[in-house]
């Protein structure tokens, strides 16, 4: 009697706590639906949408399966039966007793894992392939622990772009990414618009992004790579047609060089320390393992999201890259009063 009353107090605990663990969820998630990785409760692109549907029916499939599991195991442990008897004990063996409620189960669970199979199946074709051409084509390479991003040309006459950690998309468009990883196997995972691929060396993977939206959506390294994983961040900037255009010619535009002594001196000291690994389209530099620099001041972030691309930001980093990003393949540079401010005025002619 009193092992019944504790496995029926037992079994009420699970249930409950299965219902708050999923309640817990599902307001964990509401109250991070602004959090930029998050990807429970908004998605904002169609290779993303049909996901986060699938993610919601498995996770309500699978409280329905636990609430009707614990009801049933609740039911089995209260009810009364008397002790069994010979009859009884032949009658559960044979075809009339019990044992048609084992196929009906069964029966049960496997139409709703067939039906979850088919939409899972389903749900990964939709997602798969774009449903037009994709008008642009991006190629990403993942380095430890940055995102280099080259644009195709657009036109013959063009020399295409080249950038790092920060992707420019036109909403609304189905974009291709060509994906590769210049040293070890890295992941491509922007939540809100799609689902994640990893950048394997001598492979060339492809996915699609699209944005129903303009914004600003995160994407991250979702593979472990070394140290600095975490700070592998990158950022996809989804803007109408127009906006689009004009940041893909300024960007193509190489450096504008600027005479002024200052400037001179802070270019020579960039091509003397820097040069070896960072290009700078339009003059001397062209380091090709470093992010290119001809218009680090467009972008919003740097060193892969880890510090907003300020003045002070950037010598904060040149000098203390070891630092704020241990093990980071470029070294802290030091740099006298007078280095650094010619440096800094170099840098802000990077436009
Ligand atoms: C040995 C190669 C190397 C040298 C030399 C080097 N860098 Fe770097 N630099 C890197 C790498 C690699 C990164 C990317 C680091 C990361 O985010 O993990 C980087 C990142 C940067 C960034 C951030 C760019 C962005 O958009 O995230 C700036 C700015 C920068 N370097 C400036 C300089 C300057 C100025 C010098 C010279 C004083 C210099 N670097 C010398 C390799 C180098």
Known sequence: MLATHRAID??????????????????HANAHADAPLNYFLQADGPAATPTMHLGWALAALTVVVALIVSVLLVGAIVRRRPPPTARDASHVQGEGGGLHWVWIGTGISSAALFATLA???????SVASPRREPALTIAVTAYDWWWKIDYARANDGDAGVTTANEIHIPVGEPVKVELRSADVIHAFWVPRLAGKTQTIPGVVNEQWIEADRAGVYRGQCSQFCGAQHAHMAFEVIAEPRAQFDAWYAAQARPHASDTSANVRTGEKLFLDRCAGCHTVRGSDANGAQAPDLTHLNSRRLIAAGVLPNTAANQLDWIQHAQRIKPDALMPSIALSTAEAAALSAYLRTLQ
Request: glycine share 0%; charged share 15%; with cysteine.
């Open 10 to 27: 037992c079994a009420r605990r699970s249930t409950r706590a299965v219902i708050a663990a999923f309640v817990a969820l599902v307001l």
């Open 119 to 125: 939409y899972v199946l389903v749900t990964l074709e």
